[in-house]
């Protein structure tokens, strides 16, 4: 079974298309029927994130931590204690290609971290989304780590001791961590997602608030 993490805070404007292209990605037939099971990890939400997942049929989880290390790790180790084989990670903001899944395995890697497009960057300055084209390596071979674009085996993760309680940085802790136990990590460009540049970041630190330095920089 794969198992796909979704960490989520208020996301109710953005989830829908999220679990959309998850669905999709789950039934390629590359996949050849094998089970894939979506849960999203309701951490503090207060609005209509949940009644969404729900209605899409994925599973959930609710906590109160407002930690997305440890909505990852509870995520994880849900999937991991049923028995996935591999750990495949994105953001309520984002949208993976109906490819994605399948890209992560062919990699025949412990791990796999996946570049990011930008689907819409009107609410920035001009000069933040040249700064991105310019500095940002959407190819093979990159060193990027998002956690909208993260895959593992359940092997490799937990001989990484999993993804620590952090408020962010969480994705490039648990690579560090899989560098150090010699994981085989494919720095990859083909399982594609685009992903939110919006300027309510759901993570002091994340892409977003790179992104708002960037503008006042």
């Not at 669905?23 to 390629?28: D, K, P, Q």
């Amino acid at each position: 079974m794969i198992g796909v993490i979704v960490p989520a805070h208020n996301e109710e404007a953005l989830l829908a298309p999220c679990l959309a292209a998850l669905i999709e990605a789950s039934r390629h037939a590359d996949l050849a029927g094998e089970a894939v099971r979506i849960v999203v990890v309701l951490d503090a939400c207060s609005d209509f994130t949940g009644a969404i997942a729900r209605a899409y049929g994925v599973e959930t989880l609710t906590l109160k931590a407002r930690n997305v290390g440890i909505a990852r790790a509870t995520g994880a180790d849900f999937l991991l204690a049923d028995g996935a084989r591999w750990l495949a990670f994105t953001d309520a903001d984002s949208r993976v290609s109906p490819g994605w899944l399948v890209a992560q395995l062919s990699l025949d890697a412990d791990a796999v971290c996946g570049s990011i497009a930008v689907d819409d960057w009107t609410a920035h300055p001009h000069s933040v989304r040249e700064y991105f084209r310019k500095t940002y390596v959407d190819a093979d071979g990159h060193r990027h780590v998002h956690g909208a674009n993260l895959g593992v085996s359940a092997e490799a993760y937990r001989r990484a001791g999993g993804f620590p309680p952090l408020t962010c940085s969480e994705d490039v802790a648990l690579v560090d961590r899989l560098i150090a136990t010699g994981a085989r990590i494919a720095w990859s460009a083909a399982p594609r997602v685009i992903t939110s540049a919006r300027k309510a970041a759901r993570a002091r630190g994340g892409f977003g608030d790179t992104l708002a330095a960037w503008a006042t920089g």
